[in-house]
């Protein structure tokens, strides 16, 4: 995020705040993770990958030995197609729907249908369901909806912050969409575990205080 706590401008533009260094840092957290979870909203935006790329660990994994993470993608609408990049890159790939499609989609993509709350997916069905695949290690990265949602549900045991030396300004997208703050006495808490320079950006590691 830029300094003044901003993800994206206001037209949605987002590459890149932060520099190189800070995303060869994600990577390692990528690559520790059991799953990646993030939303349809954000592959629609960004278009990522969301994978770990072999390059960086090399000298650590021989090929045989390395493995991407499930990656997690809540689509509810179902707006997520062949098309995007995160279909075509190695390992599991779970789509998480209301309902199926008849798409044929590759051997690693499966659709995950889950009951409906409020004609939405229940953030604690995912997470269930995630731990009867023994996912213990989940990295969240997705827009300010669902992270917002995730932190007032006290669902966040760890926020890694990368700060860029940028101003984006009060109309670009914030962090966290945390709505009915009315007191300040009631604002998400936290405590400093790390602080650290990467490359021009700074890097913080805060543990919520629930």
Not at 36 to 63: G, Q
Not at 99 to 125: A, F, G, H, M, Y
Not at 134 to 154: F, I
Not at 160 to 172: D, N, Q, S, T, V
Request: proline share 3%; hydrophobic share 40%; with cysteine.
């Amino acid at each position: 995020m830029s300094i003044d706590g901003k993800t994206a401008l206001k037209n949605g533009e987002s590459k890149w705040i932060t520099s190189k260094y800070a995303r060869q840092d994600v990577q390692m957290f990528r690559a520790k993770s059991s799953a990646i979870l993030s939303t349809s909203e954000t592959i629609l935006k960004d278009n990522p990958r969301l994978n770990v790329r072999y390059r960086n660990f090399k000298t650590i994994f021989s090929k045989e030995n390395f493995r991407h993470p499930i990656r997690v993608i809540i689509d509810s609408k179902n707006r997520i197609k062949k098309t995007h990049k995160i279909i075509h890159t190695e390992g599991k790939i779970l789509l998480i729907r209301l309902k199926s499609d008849q798409e044929l989609w590759p051997k690693n993509v499966e659709q995950i249908i889950l009951k409906e709350n409020n004609k939405t997916i229940d953030i604690i069905s995912i997470l269930n369901f995630l731990g009867s695949l023994e996912v213990n290690n989940l990295w969240v990265e997705a827009g300010s909806t669902l992270s917002g949602s995730l932190l007032k549900m006290k669902l966040i045991d760890e926020i890694i912050i990368y700060i860029a030396p940028k101003i984006l300004g009060h109309e670009a997208k914030p962090l966290f969409i945390l709505k009915n703050q009315l007191k300040l006495l009631e604002c998400f808490k936290g405590n400093f575990k790390n602080i650290k320079k990467i490359g021009p950006d700074i890097k913080i590691i805060l543990e919520p205080v629930y």
